[in-house]
Nanobody, 125 residues
Framework: QVQLVESGAGLAQAGGSLRLSCAASGGIFSRHSFGWFRQAPGKERESVARIGWSGSSTYYADSVKGRFTISRDNAKNTVYLQMNSLNSEDTAVYYC??????????????????WGQGTQVTVSS
């Protein structure tokens, strides 16, 4: 069983930056793919960024491509989401998710059985 704890969220100005962290425990970190998802009020939860086991494969939603960077540190059991050039449309609750062992970093939330509690990101214009 994998437990995930997000941190680093909060309030940012438009054009600013934030970095989210997701600390994992309870599993063999390097065997899991990870994803960052977000859910804005009244909207479906959507994939933002995903990363494979080694970190060499990364995928981004079109809306964040070139602004967000997902990375992982297998020695620290932590996944990161660096968010730059933030705008009001990035305001949402952000969730970290882990795949099953050796799972692919898919876009479908149903491919991720393990979820963090979510953390609020608010961008003010």
């Amino acid at each position: 069983q994998v437990q995930l704890v997000e941190s680093g969220a909060g309030l940012a100005q438009a054009g600013g930056s934030l970095r989210l962290s997701c600390a994992a425990s309870g599993g063999i970190f390097s065997r899991h793919s990870f994803g960052w998802f977000r859910q804005a009020p009244g909207k479906e939860r959507e994939s933002v960024a995903r990363i494979g086991w080694s970190g060499s494969s990364t995928y981004y939603a079109d809306s964040v491509k070139g602004r967000f960077t997902i990375s992982r540190d297998n020695a620290k059991n932590t996944v990161y989401l660096q968010m730059n050039s933030l705008n009001s449309e990035d305001t949402a609750v952000y969730y970290c998710a882990a795949s099953r062992e050796w799972g692919q970093p898919g876009r479908d939330r149903n491919e991720y059985p393990y979820w963090g509690q979510g953390t609020q990101v608010t961008v003010s214009s």
